[in-house]
């Protein structure tokens, strides 16, 4: 996590402050060096500053991966694989949408990092390096209230490492452990989510093979039968609320 928030770091100081070198060294990170040829300039890329620019493409799913985004966005794509809709809502929708419950599950340990370590150094009253230090705390102490024993021990083991608390995990371990733990919470609720559903869908067939409409599509009936279900009994309030009660007041 350190290293990830001191590339973040390191290209908003490089926006910010660096441009095109074209004579002496400036303060801060160089994103292109200019060199004068007889047709002009020839430019390249500070090899340091393209290794930060790789870093950053892997930046968002590391950290979503440390928050309640798995989980959440699982569930949902579950959901409407259960309901027989293949594009609706869209990919976009529902990643917004597990974006804004996460925010919202989340929403007590970024206060914490607001308060403890943003506000502080943008404020000029600590250095980086106590930020990183006081942000490390709320983030790590939420994944371990969700992550499983079994997975922690898992990793923990295969690390070689001997700690005396769960506090004193490091990230490198805590973070699998964490991603592991919240994949199985996923299809567990995504299991009981399904069942209904299964149901359904076999019901109608039944009645159909009864009936002898072999030809007709079981997923024309069951379809709008499981959107009709779920509307009447609010799903999108259960689901998208049973989600949120699964962490268990993570966020406080």
């Not at 926006?15 to 430019?43: K, R």
């Not at 966005?73 to 259960?82: F, K, P, T």
Request: hydrophobic share 55%; charged share 10%.
């Amino acid at each position: 996590m350190k290293l990830l928030l001191a590339l973040v770091l390191a290209l908003a100081t490089a926006l910010f402050t660096a441009g095109i070198a074209h004579a002496a060294p400036v303060d801060g990170l160089t994103l292109l060096n200019a060199t004068p040829t007889q047709g002009g300039s020839a430019y390249s890329l500070n090899l340091q500053t393209l290794l930060i620019i790789t870093g950053l493409a892997f930046l968002p799913g590391i950290v979503l991966l440390m928050t309640a985004f798995t989980r959440i966005i699982i569930v949902l794509s579950v959901l409407r694989q259960a309901l027989g809709l293949t594009t609706t809502p869209p990919n976009m929708i529902l990643a917004a949408l597990a974006l804004a419950l996460t925010v919202f599950v989340m929403r007590g340990v970024l206060q914490q990092e607001q308060d403890n370590a943003v506000q502080p150094y943008l404020n000029g009253t600590i250095t980086f390096e106590t930020a990183v230090q006081r942000a490390e705390p709320p983030i790590q102490n939420f994944m371990l209230s969700q992550t499983r024993k079994d997975a922690l021990h898992l990793f923990v083991d295969l690390s070689g490492g001997h700690y005396a608390t769960p506090q004193d995990v490091p990230l490198t371990v805590l973070v699998p452990a964490f991603a592991t733990s919240e994949l199985e919470t996923a299809f567990q609720i995504s299991f009981l989510i399904y069942i209904p559903f299964v149901l359904i869908d076999l019901a109608v067939a039944s009645v159909l093979m009864s009936l002898g409409m072999i030809m007709v599509s079981p997923t024309l009936i069951s379809l709008p039968l499981k959107l009709l279900l779920f509307v009447s009994i609010h799903g999108w309030s259960l689901v998208l609320g049973s989600l949120a009660n699964s962490f268990a007041g993570a966020g406080s």
